[in-house]
């Protein structure tokens, strides 16, 4: 299916070249004299290759056509990450490479969404929050306001993050799966 390249967007796959690509970035640049372009920064699927491309906004691009399927996080082992469809109960396995810098966010039986083409994993997509313990912080200074600043904090995943003075070590905490940073106390 083709496309205009403004209409794509971070986890499209498109066509390149007769090979797929996932969109890792796309970014619209408007100068202010001369045609609009769009930047498309792609890792080819095939090899892993990051390629930077440039198309101007009203050029088609081949867009390819994936299924989105709901699968639940089993385990991982030599041969990568493996996720069951929750529907047919049917196993995937995906290698490490696809899934990034995301897999400190994985956890047991998280629900997940992914991307197949022709039966092939292609792209991941986290939930947006994950709930994570706090190992290890600065302890909490007396006079401290809640809203002046943050400390740096371990996660139980291994990611340091940044979190108000009233979060100690030991303490549950939501955190967005795009960039670790600290959205609110979790709910018991």
Avoid: C
């Amino acid at each position: 299916m083709r496309v205009i390249a403004s209409s794509l967007r971070k986890g499209n796959i498109v066509e390149i070249d007769g090979k797929l690509g996932v969109v890792m970035a796309a970014e619209s640049i408007h100068p202010g004299k001369g045609t609009p372009v769009t930047q498309l920064d792609v890792r080819r699927i095939s090899d892993g290759v990051k390629v930077s491309l440039r198309f101007k906004t009203t050029d088609q691009v081949e867009r390819a056509f994936v299924e989105d399927r709901k699968h639940q996080f089993m385990y991982q082992d030599s041969d990568g990450f493996h996720f069951m469809n929750m529907e047919s109960y049917d196993q995937v396995a995906v290698p490490a490479d696809i899934i990034g810098d995301q897999t400190a966010y994985l956890q047991p039986e998280m629900e997940v969404t992914i991307s197949l083409h022709e039966g092939v994993a292609v792209a991941i997509e986290l939930p947006p929050k994950a709930v994570l313990e706090v190992v290890e912080t600065e302890p909490t200074m007396k006079g401290q306001t809640a809203s002046s600043s943050y400390k740096p904090a371990l996660l139980s995943n291994g990611v340091r993050t940044t979190v108000p003075p009233f979060v100690t070590t030991g303490t549950k905490i939501v955190v967005m799966t795009a960039d670790g940073s600290y959205v609110e106390r979790a709910k018991d």
